[in-house]
């Protein structure tokens, strides 16, 4: 299986921040890797596919880059609303596997 | 609205059997696969396996291989979940998700509500 890697595990920012979230695969997956918000008590929301491709409505601040082995979500100006859990998933071969997540919290 | 709907929360006991519900509605069912994610409480997401409804072409996770059977009626535009013999570990939420990949990958963009499974032992 391959072992995709978050960090880090959880951070803590302020409104208007500039937040980098890396997701590290244990082999290459090419760019067959999404990323997902999930809110408490809801379910996960795409936001980013094939690494670097903003989902339709998506909000333009969210933005993804990085091909082969490592990867990274970047919110450009922190929203009260991003505050949320992200992973990310390869879905380069099976078993499709997620990052462990990490919790971005309001400083 | 493109929409998967799933089916209600369910309370069993270990040993018991369940089959879960998928429903799919305003998109082209068999073209989009339908995959299954466990979510045990505050954890992670875990992919269980997919289904392909045009021709139910499945793959499975080996965690969860020979525990679960994921199957689909395209006629009814419904995907399932089912275990002949649950576990107390299968106590979780389980989510219902659609995707696809055409020489690029589109992530999984629409899921269902969620369905909460509680075993007790």
């Known amino acids: 299986d391959i072992q995709m890697t978050q960090s880090p595990s959880s951070v803590s920012a302020s409104v208007g921040d500039r937040v980098t979230i890396t997701c590290r695969a244990s082999q290459g997956v090419s760019s067959w890797l999404a990323w997902y918000q999930q809110k408490p008590g809801k379910a996960p929301k795409l936001l980013i596919y094939?690494?670097?491709s903003l989902q339709s409505g998506v909000p333009s601040r969210f933005s993804g880059s990085g091909s082969g082995t490592d990867f990274t979500l970047t919110i450009s100006s922190l929203q009260p609303e991003d505050f949320a859990t992200y992973y990310c998933?390869?879905?380069?071969?099976?078993?499709?596997?997620f990052g462990q997540g990490t919790k971005l919290e309001i400083k | 609205e493109v929409q998967l709907v799933q089916s209600g929360a369910e309370v069993k006991k270990s040993g018991e059997s369940l089959r879960i519900s998928c429903k799919g509605s305003?998109?082209?069912?068999?073209?989009?696969?339908i995959s299954w994610v466990r979510q045990v409480p505050g954890k992670g997401l875990e992919w269980m396996g997919r289904?392909?409804?045009?021709?139910?072409?499945?793959k499975y996770s080996p965690s969860f291989q020979g525990h679960v059977t994921i199957s689909t009626d395209k006629s009814i535009s419904t995907a399932y979940l089912q275990w002949s013999s649950l576990k107390a570990s299968d106590t979780a939420m389980y989510y219902c998700t659609r995707g696809r990949s055409s020489g690029n990958y589109f992530g999984m963009d629409v899921w269902g509500q969620g369905t909460t499974v509680t075993v007790s032992s």
């Open positions: 305003e998109y082209t069912f068999t073209s989009y696969w």
């Open positions: 289904i392909d409804p045009s021709d139910s072409y499945t």
């Open positions: 998933q390869q879905a380069n071969s099976f078993p499709y596997t």
């Open positions: 094939a690494a670097s």
